[in-house]
């Protein structure tokens, strides 16, 4: 069953304008994760992945990452459009961020850069907007207000 998108209002983007294959640019807003009542990553460098269907994807520079919080890189799989991935554990939560060590031509500046799933942190925020978790196990996007869906990620959505 194909999905209705809901209408964007003024001020929102709907994830079913964003492109397919995915764009990658640059996040003028401040970036943040926390966990354990502490910052473990903050940058005002980010980058975002947007894709038809999903909320944005973050990516932060490896230097913004607060030292000795993230664990080493196990093998994960490939995206068809950024390469092969790796998850990286997270203070002790399996494969809670993941990289593309070495992306695809397009993707080349997040080489160096770690994305953070939503959910095993205590808040993410895209400048003063807190993050919501996109739906289902698999997708690391974040729903801030003011992107609206539906997105990609809970049960009945893996054929869109």
């Known amino acids: 069953m194909r999905p209705v998108p809901l209408p964007a209002g003024p001020d ?3 994830v079913w304008d964003y492109p397919r294959p995915p764009r990658l640019e640059r996040v003028p807003q401040r970036l ?3 966990l354990d009542a502490r910052t473990i990553a903050e940058t005002g460098r980010g980058w975002r992945v947007l894709e038809t269907s999903h909320p944005p994807t973050y990516y932060f520079p490896l230097e913004d990452v607060a030292p000795g919080i993230l664990g080493p890189p196990r093998r994960a799989g490939i995206c ?3 390469g092969r991935a790796v998850l990286i554990d997270v203070a002790g939560r399996p494969g809670a961020a993941w990289s593309y060590p070495d992306p695809t031509p397009p993707f ?3 080489a160096g850069h ?3 799933y ?6 993410c925020t895209v400048g003063d907007l807190r993050a919501e978790p996109q ?3 698999f997708y690391g996007g974040w729903i801030t207000p003011g992107i609206v869906g539906p997105f990609k990620g809970g049960p009945g959505t893996m054929g869109w």
């Open 12 to 14: 929102e983007e709907s």
């Open 32 to 34: 943040r994760v926390v």
């Open 80 to 82: 068809e459009w950024k």
């Open 108 to 110: 080349r500046a997040i």
């Open 114 to 116: 770690v994305a953070f």
């Open 118 to 123: 939503a959910g095993p942190m205590e808040a």
């Open 135 to 137: 739906p289902g196990a």
